[in-house]
């Protein structure tokens, strides 16, 4: 968090620094009315800059500018009602050196506020988690009553759409598989035939449940594999697959290549 209220101060400077700019210009338009309509023509052509430092320096502010506006709108998300016009403010009243607060209490003030912020989002986090505990466990319920459904020992759950002849491989084995992973809500996350490529990986390499399940299916076959999140990433989440998320997988195994195969072709 705290890289981020440095870099919005920093942007806020810049911004103060533009506004200023647009205030003088502002003054200028008032004691030249004469020149009202050439301003307006001047503002619809191609800004320029008197250097190429000016450019550069005009750029950063544009850039700042733009990250502080969507990091603000971020914070807003969260609840939090930072008003624009008051990080202006701040840096206004500090370069005239009327700061309303202290060094001190300026600090103290952006430690509360990293507080706040890493507290809505642990209890954003932890709510988000429960959700997907609940619509799990709803959803694998649902699931293992249907017909033809086989549930382990360890809680995998599994469906055989197609069973093929082929042999099975083992969890030391590299297997070359089609697959489409989606949440519970039908929401797709990844997919190897929108890729039109099959994956091939060591079947001890890959998550829990892909290494039980995938030991299940001979060559040839396409399980529909309902997998509870302590198979899958349990509480790990990242931006595709929410914490405590249960994943819905159809997988079709391709082919097997063995260890001592996959040993044979790296020596030679």
């Known amino acids: ?23 003088k210009a502002a003054e200028a338009k008032t004691a030249e009315p004469a020149k009202v309509e050439q301003v307006a023509s001047d503002a619809a052509a191609p800004a320029a800059f008197a250097s190429e430092d000016e450019k550069a320096a005009y750029a950063i502010g544009a850039s700042l500018a733009q990250y502080l506006s969507a990091n603000l709108d971020q914070q807003k998300e969260l609840g939090l009602d930072l008003d624009r016009e008051q990080v202006l403010a701040g840096v206004s009243d500090v370069f ?3 700061s309303r607060l202290t060094p001190e209490e300026t600090q103290q003030t952006l430690q509360d506020l990293d507080k706040r912020v890493s507290d809505i989002v642990t209890e954003k986090a932890k709510a988000e988690a429960e959700k997907n505990i609940k619509a799990g466990e709803e959803y694998r319920a649902e699931f293992e009553k249907l017909n033809g459904v086989v549930k382990t020992d360890s809680g995998l759950l599994y469906q055989v759409e197609n069973q093929g002849e082929g042999e099975k491989p083992a969890a030391t084995d590299t297997v070359k598989v089609h697959y489409k992973g989606m949440l519970t809500d039908g929401t797709e996350f990844d997919s190897s035939y ?12 890959v998550i829990p449940g892909w290494t039980e399940g ?3 299916m001979p060559v040839g076959s396409k399980f529909k594999f309902v997998i509870p999140p302590e198979l899958a990433y349990g509480s790990q989440a990242n931006p595709s697959i929410p914490a405590n998320s249960t994943l819905v997988f159809e997988v079709e195994l391709l082919d097997i290549v063995k260890a001592e195969q996959s040993a044979e072709a790296v020596t030679q």
């Open 214 to 216: 995938v030991q299940l």
């Open 96 to 98: 005239a050196g009327k």
């Open 1 to 23: 968090m705290k890289p981020v209220l440095k870099m919005s101060v920093l942007a806020a400077t810049i911004l103060l620094a533009v506004g200023c700019q647009d205030e």
């Open 194 to 205: 929108k890729r039109n490529q099959p994956a091939t990986f060591p079947l001890n390499q």
